[in-house]
């Protein structure tokens, strides 16, 4: 079978590059002797591989004598760049992107040192708009590693920025293929890893996932998209297309129009299209601004941007300057990058808003339409969210606090928001107590091994906890109805970052807590969540109101995975300068496949371990009243 796709991937390189000599000689084309592939890599830049088979030599030279050709017409342009995935796309490619000029320079079987090489004739000369880039995949054919491929990679990026320090950039990650085709999926992570190391930090340039936007579950190209595990075919080019777009979008080459939406009778606009009036960050907002301070979040044409963090991945958090006390129905609508991340804060619990079907937590959702528009509606009665996407149920019951602003997180990739609108119905909830997470939490999973028993920690447990205001006068907390009552409960809601989790051990911790990280599917779902349906009084409260047992019953979500969780809780009222805090403790073992994860079974120095099913998970999460509380974990 292996031997049948790399002899299927050599005929159909093959063909294309018959073909395109083909058309070229029926038009009996000038071959410039100044476009031939120099003879020697003598005084060439970059390192690596140079393709100089017959072939090659003929389809480079002859494409690019016909660019020269016709330079003066692509002048301005937004040159996509690359090899024979991009020369495949043809040069109608434009009829993707309404009102853009674009140039089509992809050669097919080219690499990054000829890209390079050619970069100042076929690309720069035109003094494009912006440049699409995507390489890399034939240097792995060509036997070079990946850190010469990123290395060549950077000085691209370095010549382009000469050229023009504004102009934008947007890098692809190479795509996914197979190690049939010579193009193992391990080293095209790695490649990618290097490419994002490269653009770090860089603003000029949009990193986009174009890798996790076709690989499948081991990595690979799949058949559906890509016949020859390397060549997209015209599903795997609308994807491309729909991939691009919204970038294409907020940097203002499409869509330019605005978008005049009418809200439903009864509706008001959160957001006014124009501007992010209405909106702001704790300390300030950005009324009559089109941007946020430091450019994060923009307004234009109607949409609500969430920008790719040239960081990578950086968390920010834009909320509404009202609060909103009544029962409400929120509407809106979003779009996301490949792989994107971001949130939507119902007055401060967050439902998680990302590229469902690639970045999870909702994988399974029908209706959801990747890079395109997609509704969100949040019904908020009695302190509790229901919120669909499509109207497909994402959370049938989310406790929410009493009052709150609506917030957008940002985290990875761009998320777009539109048509922001909220209907308020009912009269505002009774006032409550509300406490969030204060400084002094801690959690520890312990487990077991065939080599040694092994302990994780981590110090910041997020979240808030809402009760009746009885609850701070009465001790007894007899006339605390939630606290007596079977099927109700106060409302908490509680998250733990995976990464603020660490292996306590004294030898290769970092290599223990990537394993760990690995294995709960940390990208995908970063955060441990548990939300609070029942808490009932266990035996007797005491004189002074503390300690108190409770009987619980909640929702526990980890590596996107949620199981019902019933444990003993203990709360204690502890004094402090600032007011009465709260600290909740108590104990469970969980299986780690009731979560969908497999025990690691790592291989390190000392040979390879075997972690038992069965942890142990002890916390004391410490929380303190509203006021002056700490923000809710990232």
Same mark, same amino acid.
């Given at each position: 079978?292996?031997?049948?796709?790399?002899?299927?991937?050599?005929?159909?390189?093959?063909?294309?590059?018959?073909?395109?000599?083909?058309?070229?000689?029926?038009?009996?084309?000038?071959?410039?002797?100044?476009?031939?592939?120099?003879?020697?890599?003598?005084?060439?830049?970059?390192?690596?591989?140079?393709?100089?088979?017959?072939?090659? *030599?003929? #389809?480079?030279?002859?494409?690019?004598?016909?660019?020269?050709?016709?330079?003066?017409?692509?002048?301005?342009?937004? $040159?996509?760049?690359?090899?024979?995935?991009?020369?495949?796309?043809?040069?109608?490619?434009?009829?993707?992107?309404?009102?853009?000029?674009?140039?089509?320079?992809? %050669?097919? /079987?080219?690499?990054?040192?000829?890209?390079?090489?050619?970069?100042?004739?076929?690309?720069?000369? #035109?003094?494009?708009?912006?440049?699409?880039?995507?390489?890399?995949?034939?240097?792995?054919?060509?036997?070079?590693?990946?850190?010469?491929?990123?290395?060549?990679?950077? &000085? %691209?990026?370095?010549?382009?920025?000469?050229?023009?320090?504004?102009?934008?950039?947007?890098?692809?990650?190479?795509?996914?293929?197979?190690?049939?085709?010579?193009?193992?999926?391990? =080293?095209?992570?790695?490649?990618? =890893?290097?490419?994002?190391?490269?653009?770090?930090?860089?603003?000029?340039?949009?990193? !986009?996932?174009?890798?996790?936007?076709?690989?499948?579950?081991?990595?690979?190209?799949?058949?559906?998209?890509?016949?020859?595990?390397?060549?997209?075919?015209?599903?795997?080019?609308?994807?491309?297309?729909?991939?691009?777009?919204?970038?294409?979008?907020?940097? /203002?080459?499409?869509?330019?129009?605005?978008?005049?939406?009418?809200?439903?009778?009864?509706?008001?606009?959160?957001?006014?299209?124009?501007?992010?009036?209405?909106?702001?960050? *704790?300390?300030?907002?950005?009324?009559?601004?089109?941007?946020?301070?430091?450019?994060?979040?923009?307004?234009?044409?109607?949409?609500?941007?969430?920008?790719?963090?040239?960081?990578?991945?950086?968390?920010?958090?834009?909320?509404?300057?009202?609060?909103?006390?009544?029962?409400?129905?929120?509407?809106?609508?979003?779009?996301?990058?490949?792989?994107?991340?971001?949130?939507?804060?119902?007055?401060?619990?967050?439902? =998680?808003?990302?590229?469902?079907? !690639?970045?999870?937590?909702?994988?399974?959702?029908?209706?959801?339409?990747?890079?395109?528009?997609?509704?969100?509606?949040?019904?908020?009665?009695?302190?509790?969210?229901?919120?669909?996407?499509?109207?497909?149920? &994402?959370?049938?019951?989310?406790?929410?606090?009493?009052?709150?602003?609506?917030?957008?997180?940002?985290?990875?990739?761009?998320?777009?928001?539109?048509? %922001?609108?909220?209907?308020? $119905?009912?009269?505002?909830?009774?006032?409550? #107590?509300?406490?969030?997470?204060?400084?002094?939490?801690?959690?520890?999973?312990?487990?077991?091994?065939?080599?040694?028993?092994?302990?994780?920690?981590?110090? %910041?447990?997020?979240?808030?906890?809402?009760?009746?205001?009885?609850?701070?006068?009465?001790?007894?907390?007899?006339?605390?109805?939630?606290?007596?009552?079977?099927?109700?409960?106060?409302?908490?809601?509680?998250?733990?970052?995976?990464?603020?989790?660490?292996?306590?051990?004294?030898?290769?911790?970092?290599?223990?807590?990537?394993?760990?990280?690995?294995?709960?599917?940390?990208?995908?779902?970063?955060?441990?969540?548990?939300? #609070?349906?029942?808490?009932?009084?266990?035996?007797?409260?005491?004189?002074?109101?503390?300690?108190?047992?409770?009987?619980?019953?909640?929702?526990?979500? !980890?590596?996107?995975?949620?199981?019902?969780?019933?444990?003993?809780?203990?709360?204690?009222? $502890?004094?402090?300068?600032?007011?009465?805090?709260?600290?909740?403790?108590?104990?469970?073992?969980?299986?780690?496949?009731?979560?969908?994860?497999?025990?690691?079974?790592?291989?390190?120095?000392?040979?390879?371990?075997?972690?038992?099913?069965?942890?142990?998970?002890?916390?004391?999460?410490?929380?303190?009243?509203?006021?002056?509380?700490?923000?809710?974990?990232?």
């Amino acid at each position: 079978m292996k031997i049948f796709a790399r002899f299927a991937l050599l005929v159909a390189s093959a063909l294309l590059a018959i073909h395109t000599t083909a058309q070229t000689d029926a038009k009996a084309p000038q071959v410039d002797p100044h476009f031939q592939i120099p003879a020697s890599d003598d005084g060439l830049p970059g390192a690596g591989p140079i393709r100089r088979y017959d072939w090659f *030599r003929n #389809l480079w030279a002859e494409r690019r004598s016909a660019w020269a050709r016709h330079a003066d017409q692509d002048k301005g342009a937004w $040159v996509f760049l690359g090899d024979s995935i991009t020369q495949g796309w043809g040069d109608d490619m434009g009829a993707n992107f309404t009102g853009m000029k674009v140039a089509n320079r992809g %050669i097919s /079987g080219d690499t990054t040192r000829g890209v390079l090489i050619r970069l100042q004739e076929d690309v720069l000369s #035109l003094d494009p708009s912006g440049v699409v880039l995507l390489i890399g995949t034939n240097d792995l054919e060509e036997h070079a590693d990946a850190e010469t491929i990123a290395a060549n990679l950077k &000085l %691209i990026l370095a010549e382009l920025k000469k050229h023009d320090p504004k102009m934008p950039v947007v890098l692809c990650q190479v795509f996914p293929s197979s190690a049939t085709a010579k193009r193992p999926a391990d =080293q095209i992570k790695k490649i990618n =890893q290097l490419y994002a190391a490269v653009v770090k930090g860089d603003a000029q340039v949009v990193f !986009i996932e174009t890798w996790s936007l076709f690989a499948d579950a081991q990595g690979d190209a799949k058949s559906a998209e890509f016949p020859d595990l390397l060549h997209p075919n015209a599903i795997g080019y609308a994807k491309w297309a729909a991939a691009l777009r919204p970038i294409f979008a907020t940097l /203002g080459f499409m869509e330019t129009e605005p978008d005049n939406f009418t809200p439903e009778p009864g509706f008001v606009s959160l957001f006014n299209g124009r501007d992010l009036t209405g909106w702001g960050y *704790r300390t300030n907002n950005f009324d009559g601004k089109t941007m946020s301070s430091e450019g994060r979040y923009v307004a234009k044409n109607g949409r609500l941007i969430v920008t790719t963090p040239p960081e990578g991945s950086k968390i920010a958090q834009l909320d509404t300057t009202r609060e909103f006390p009544k029962d409400f129905i929120l509407k809106l609508e979003f779009r996301a990058t490949p792989n994107a991340d971001s949130g939507i804060f119902i007055r401060q619990p967050q439902l =998680q808003c990302r590229d469902y079907l !690639i970045a999870g937590p909702y994988k399974t959702l029908a209706q959801y339409k990747p890079q395109d528009w997609n509704e969100i509606v949040v019904a908020v009665q009695g302190g509790v969210a229901h919120c669909t996407c499509n109207g497909e149920v &994402l959370e049938a019951s989310m406790a929410v606090p009493a009052t709150g602003p609506i917030g957008l997180e940002g985290d990875r990739g761009q998320m777009e928001y539109r048509r %922001i609108r909220l209907k308020e $119905v009912g009269q505002a909830a009774d006032a409550a #107590l509300m406490y969030g997470a204060r400084p002094g939490s801690k959690v520890t999973i312990e487990g077991t091994s065939t080599i040694h028993d092994w302990t994780v920690e981590g110090a %910041i447990i997020g979240g808030i906890f809402e009760i009746d205001p009885a609850f701070q006068t009465d001790k007894t907390l007899k006339s605390v109805a939630c606290l007596n009552t079977k099927g109700k409960g106060p409302i908490a809601t509680v998250s733990i970052p995976v990464r603020s989790l660490k292996s306590k051990v004294a030898v290769a911790s970092q290599r223990m807590d990537e394993v760990m990280y690995e294995a709960m599917r940390m990208k995908e779902n970063p955060k441990i969540t548990y939300t #609070l349906n029942e808490m009932v009084i266990k035996g007797t409260v005491p004189e002074s109101g503390t300690p108190v047992k409770f009987d619980t019953k909640g929702d526990l979500m !980890i590596s996107g995975v949620t199981n019902k969780l019933e444990m003993e809780v203990t709360m204690e009222r $502890v004094a402090s300068p600032d007011g009465e805090m709260l600290k909740f403790s108590g104990s469970k073992v969980l299986k780690m496949t009731d979560f969908k994860i497999q025990p690691p079974a790592p291989k390190l120095a000392m040979g390879a371990i075997k972690t038992g099913d069965e942890v142990t998970v002890k916390f004391e999460w410490v929380t303190g009243q509203k006021k002056d509380v700490a923000p809710p974990a990232k």
